[in-house]
């Protein structure tokens, strides 16, 4: 039986789960537990990033990539765009903008940049094995509690983003997954672990980056692996 597209089937029904989890928990902490919670997933956010990033053969190329993606994001003003659209919504929640902001934004960037949504939706798409997706769905759903808990009921806006994002590629994989080398599936890994680095800062309130701007990361780390390898 063809089951393309159960991974994030699955992934989205974790996450809707887990944000209702955690937003009825949200209602029983008290504040400074509340305050807490970000902090730590932001923490942990940070390791994961790091981890990821870990897995680039050549620093240069991670760092051309985040450089120049941040320099078209920046242009784009991706964050700016992304924060002025979830701000519509605004009316029908009760968060202010930057909270609603923060609650739509981080969850989807922390459940849609990583190996294992690249990795799982080629799976998935290309040869209907949904297995990793499940495994990140089960990890998301866990994820999604806590963002729940500390940022509240916008975290569910965030399935949306999966269902589009996550559901696009899976789609596309039958196309892409040719075209993919392993070198560079490394690369936009890595250049994905700066971006979750980058979104725990925030959510650690090191820094307020604009990791919407980071995004294009992804586009120009494998255009810069392939110009590197076409020379060499």
Known sequence: ??????GTAVNVSTVLTGTTVGVLAR????????????????VFTIALGIRQAMQTSNVLIMLGGLLSGV??????????????????SKDQ???????????????????????????GAIQDGANA????LIVK????????????AALGAGVYLSA??????????????GLVAPLLSERLVSEMTAAGGLIVISIGMKLSKVEDLPVA??????????????????VS
């Open 93 to 119: 929640m009760t968060l202010s903008r930057s909270r609603l902001h923060d609650a739509v934004v981080l969850p989807s960037l922390v459940f849609c940049v990583g190996p294992m949504t690249l990795l």
């Open 1 to 6: 039986m063809d089951v393309r597209g159960l």
């Open 213 to 230: 701007d980071y995004l294009p990361a992804l586009i120009t780390t494998p255009l810069i692996v392939a110009v590197v390898t076409a």
């Open 27 to 42: 209602r029983a902490l008290p504040r400074h537990v509340k305050e807490v919670i970000p902090k730590a997933l932001g």
């Open 137 to 148: 769905a089960a990890m998301d759903g866990f994820a999604s509690m806590a963002f729940a």
């Open 71 to 88: 320099v078209v994001g920046s242009c784009l003003r991706l964050d700016d765009r992304l924060e002025s659209l979830v701000s519509r």
């Open 160 to 173: 949306a983003v999966i269902l589009v994002f996550q559901g696009g590629l899976t789609l596309a994989a």
């Open 129 to 132: 094995h949904p297995e990793l």
